[in-house]
């Protein structure tokens, strides 16, 4: 297997430049054990990962390394990685990465299809919780390699770009995944700190600083998409945060927020909309204003 994390900085640069994926459920959330189970789990902090990956690609290569990375995301929350399965440990990540050849595009020009699996287990409890993420290139006029735009999609993923968050916060705290990424979404607008890979964690590989690089620089498309799972599965938790992330830094994470407003049908907020419409800074966002005011109130903008 042979990776090239080099090349993952770079590489997202140009997939920033894509626009908005489409709403829709994200990922499958399956839970395999009684609900009561997490609340037993609080001091599990020590985990051993195993996830496994492939490719179709007949050179085998890799554009990140997908194991370090998720080592990099638990480290990041606090989880303490041991190195060997033989060592003691409360908590084990098993799954698989998987790029595997999709439609085709023209002549000798493939999608990839980028499948995780990732499946949480305690050492005395057994399996307590899987996650299942699939992202796939669809062609678009900017021209961008299908496999970067199934990358793009599958960082941007809330379930995968919050999966150390994830576990912890189910772990540590019986939260579920949309709890998860409120807390996510308020710390981004608050300026939290964010979490930095421990410089004692030399066995992790060279590339692991653009790795997270890449995930700084992924976030404002994955708060757009995050904001769209909660739509897509009409969860209206999301709706008491939508004014606080009127002050995101990405004015298309703004844009987005405003016209969740709309997709919820909070006639609450039309009096914030109307003094958008008006006073807003950016265009886009005075823009996104009048469109959602339209279709709150069943009229032409």
Not at 69 to 82: C, H, N, S
Not at 95 to 117: A, C, D, M, P
């Amino acid at each position: 297997m042979k990776i090239h994390t080099s090349w993952l900085f770079p590489a997202v640069l140009l997939a920033m430049a894509y626009g908005f994926a489409p709403d829709r459920a994200l990922a499958n959330v399956t839970y395999l054990t009684d609900p009561a189970v997490f609340s037993t789990l609080r001091t599990a902090n020590t985990i051993y990962v195993d996830v496994q990956a492939a490719t179709w690609k007949t050179r085998g290569r890799f554009l990140w390394d997908a194991p370090a990375d998720i080592r990099a995301k638990l480290i990041a929350v606090g989880f303490e990685i041991v190195r060997e399965k033989t060592q003691p440990h409360a908590l084990t990540l098993t799954g698989s990465y998987e790029e595997t050849r999709g439609r085709q595009f023209g002549i000798n020009r493939y999608g990839t299809v980028l499948t995780g699996t990732f499946r949480i287990e305690h050492h005395e409890k057994g399996p307590l919780f899987e996650i299942t993420i699939q992202e796939r290139a669809e062609l678009t006029s900017s021209g961008t390699l299908p496999y970067l735009d199934s990358l793009h999609n599958f960082l941007t993923n809330p379930y995968y770009h919050f999966l150390g968050e994830i576990v912890d916060g189910q772990i540590h705290r019986n939260q579920d995944a949309h709890s998860v990424f409120l807390k996510g979404l308020r710390a981004k607008v608050l300026r939290e700190a964010v979490p930095e890979v421990s410089e004692s964690s030399d066995w992790l590989p060279e590339g692991i600083h653009s790795m997270q690089q890449a995930h700084t620089l992924y976030e404002p498309v994955a708060a757009r998409r995050t904001i769209g799972e909660f739509v897509q599965t009409q969860d209206d938790r999301i709706v008491g945060i939508l004014p606080d992330l009127l002050n995101h830094p990405d004015v298309y994470v703004k844009v987005r927020s405003v016209q969740a407003f709309g997709d919820f049908g909070v006639l609450e907020a039309l009096y914030l909309l109307r003094d958008l419409e008006k006073n807003a800074q950016e265009v886009e966002v005075r823009n996104a204003a009048s469109a959602t005011i339209s279709r709150l109130t069943g009229t032409s903008p």
